[in-house]
């Protein structure tokens, strides 16, 4: 199972999200884009939230110096970002892929986010609740829907909003695989948790 990370923005838990399913699978991880915090990437925190033997975590096809839009921090940095040099790792384990921000987020003039997405990837979409993130969440759903891309499975971020989530689902009829509450800190524990509680959904996807 190759399962592809998104969300409907920037900060809206994809990192945690993708801890805890890699978890859940003691899958490997990968994230092609890494752009600023290099020291304390995403890929260190996925290191530092799961607790299994057998996730290999693999290494980031572009590590860009600037926390910004990957196609921008490519150009401080002097480069473009090639979609021909961002390799799938090879490997017999589940594999985990998460993106950066959202699935427009520009790597380049003509490629996005989106343009990641491999024929074999189930996406799972991470949705944050804030005002305006049913019309966010609904957009993401329908720029996929263009692309014949379907969401395999959805997770919810934050203090339940019965409201946003029926909606949602409804509109979208996308597997509802839980939700991660506003929890007052993330480590192992908390990550295994979660990793036990959502294991069966993401293995039906």
């Known amino acids: 199972m190759k399962l592809f990370i998104t969300g409907i923005g920037t900060d809206v838990g994809k990192t945690i999200a993708s801890s805890i399913i890699t978890q859940a699978l003691e899958a490997d991880y990968w994230k092609p884009i890494q752009a600023g915090d290099l020291d304390n990437s995403d890929s260190h925190k996925i290191q ?71 024929p074999d990837y189930e996406v799972i979409l991470v949705s944050r609740h804030y005002l305006g993130s049913i019309n966010h969440t609904l957009l993401t759903f329908e720029a996929l829907k263009t692309r014949n891309i379907n969401v395999a499975g959805i997770i919810f971020s934050g203090d339940e909003n019965t409201a946003t989530e029926s909606i949602i689902l409804k509109k979208t009829q996308a597997h509802f695989i839980g939700r991660i509450e506003n929890e007052p800190y993330f480590d192992q524990n908390v990550v295994s948790y979660y990793a036990d509680k959502f294991r069966d959904n993401i293995l039906s996807l």
Do not use: M, W
């Open 48 to 118: 530092r939230y799961i607790s299994n033997d057998t996730t290999v975590i693999h290494p980031n096809s572009y590590k860009l110096n600037t926390p910004a839009s990957p196609h921008f921090a490519a150009s401080l940095d002097g480069i473009t970002i090639d979609l021909k040099n961002i390799t799938e790792p090879k490997t017999k384990n589940h594999l985990v892929i998460e993106g950066a921000g959202g699935i427009l987020v520009p790597l380049n003039d003509t490629d996005c986010i989106i343009d990641l997405i491999q």
